[in-house]
């Protein structure tokens, strides 16, 4: 096989597994995208109940005297994670438009304008290849001419003519061949440069979700701890009322008088058993203090 018939080869192989290979990979990478994408898409939906769930329990806290704030945390929660879902939702329709949609448009086209490419690749090689074998032909007819002539001289000019004619077609059906090649690594490049931007474009979507997310979720952490992080201590509004509605007679000591200057394990004993029994459960709340 000559170095033109081997890049030949090479040049078909190329073009062929682009249709036969890279196409079909392709298409399976949009099918699994778009699963992908509706799994996504279930997220959201799923994200929405959880945090109307969330909502809920909001409400339930904002009609306690002694959770109100908490409920208002609640609801700061739900609607950080309502924009972050909004921003995902985005991110989504992103995701289908800068990529799915744009591969799977190119794939309708690519498999008619590849098959179209390498078929007159092929008619064009062909062409040159039958060219210089009708020269070769006709030379060797000139040859068996002049080795049968009296005169064979005066075949040399034709001969030479032949000959020259054969090596330009020759270096026409090389370039061809090198220029067809180069053509076929790059219609292959195209498509995986194409491929890796798409996914560039998606990446760059995530990042700026992510700092989004991050963002948001800073800006609020701090003070979300902060409204839990003293689960024994009601809000003054809590003992204004506990004030107007405790007996208040001499010498005794109301509860919420106990309950605004001391955490109940450093109340007197005698006050603690004479205002409230405090019974919880350990799994909610482990306090430092404890009174038994």
């Keep these: 096989m000559s170095r ?19 196409n ?30 969330l909502v809920k329990l909001g409400e339930l806290a904002s009609d306690s005297q002694g959770s109100k704030e908490l409920g208002d945390t609640l609801f700061q929660m739900a609607e950080v994670h309502r924009q972050i879902q909004v921003q995902l939702e985005d991110v989504l329709k992103l995701f289908h438009s800068e990529l799915l949609a744009q591969l799977e448009q190119k794939l309708e086209l690519d498999i008619k304008y590849l098959t179209a490419t390498l078929k007159k690749y092929q008619s064009e090689r062909r062409s040159q290849s039958e060219s210089i074998e ?18 064979p001289n005066k075949y040399g000019d034709r001969e030479m003519q032949f000959v020259e004619l054969m ?40 990042i700026n979700y992510h700092s989004k997310v991050r963002e948001l979720l800073s800006q609020k952490l701090s003070s979300w701890q902060q409204s839990c992080s003293q689960p024994t201590k009601l809000p003054e509004r809590a003992l204004n009322l506990l004030r107007h509605t405790a007996p208040q007679s001499p010498g005794a000591a109301g509860i919420a008088e106990v309950l605004r200057h001391a955490k109940l394990g450093t109340a007197q004993p005698e006050q603690v058993r004479s205002c409230v029994v405090y019974i919880k459960p350990d799994s909610w709340v482990d306090l430092a203090d404890k009174t038994t």
Excluded: W
Aim: charged share 30%.
């Design 4 to 22: 033109t018939e081997e890049i030949n080869k090479m040049t078909e192989n190329v073009y062929k597994g682009i249709l036969d290979q890279f």
């Design 167 to 206: 090596s330009r077609r020759q270096g026409e059906l090389d370039a061809l061949v090198a220029t067809g090649y180069k053509s076929a690594l790059t219609e292959e490049r195209r498509r995986y440069c194409f491929l890796v931007d798409r996914q560039c474009c998606v990446t760059k979507l995530l």
């Design 24 to 53: 079909p990979s392709l298409k399976n990478f949009v099918t699994m995208g778009k699963h992908y994408e509706k799994a996504l898409t279930g997220v959201t939906v799923a994200a929405k109940g959880y945090f109307d769930a």
């Design 134 to 151: 009708r020269c070769q032909s006709q030379l060797k007819k000139l040859r068996r001419k002049s080795q049968g002539s009296r005169h």
